[in-house]
């Protein structure tokens, strides 16, 4: 028996409280809420939602020279838990609170932390990282380059920030066996690059 589509209509739940636990980069929250099962049995639940907005990424790179341009940054919670702490991205970024478009940012991303100047970029889907305690929500882009036209900029990221990216340019046949070993990337990298090798696969050979 299929599952009952819960799509249309109002939501499945209705909120009772909701609670900010701490604000500061991310906002933390406690929600209490009560939904109706499929079973028909009503409840009530809390849950902590983590908040920090929501970002777009790009995956750049060039189908001549068959390389595509990443950025590597420190990340301190996987460096906390053991793996490396220097992670291999795509450029990737919070859109600005006052209302960026997604493909906006990742054309300010793009420039900021790889100094890309993207002209066409193409949006291949919205990816939610953590939908049981996470609120964000990323777009990803694909944006084919001329790299020798549109590296003009050093990148690594604005000092008022912190940010102290490394720019990487790598044969896409490199990132495609990261990709299949199983190595650390984050789920926008591994989505963008696997998504690229469906519509692209002749430039991974």
Known sequence: MSAPDRTEGAPPFRVLSRETLWKGFCTLERVTFETTRRDGVAQVQSFEI???GW???V???DPHRREAVLVRQLRLPQGLQGDDPMSLEIVAGLLDHGGEEPIDAARREAMEEAGLALAHVDCVGTV????GLVGEKVWIYLAEVDLAAARVAEGGGLDHEGEDIEVVVM????LARFVDAGRDLDLKTA???QTLRVRRPELFL
């Open 50 to 52: 983590e908040h920090h």
């Open 55 to 57: 970002a777009a990424a």
């Open 59 to 61: 995956l750049t790179y």
């Open 128 to 131: 939610r990282p953590s939908p």
């Open 171 to 174: 044969p896409l046949v490199e």
């Open 191 to 193: 989505f963008a690059v």
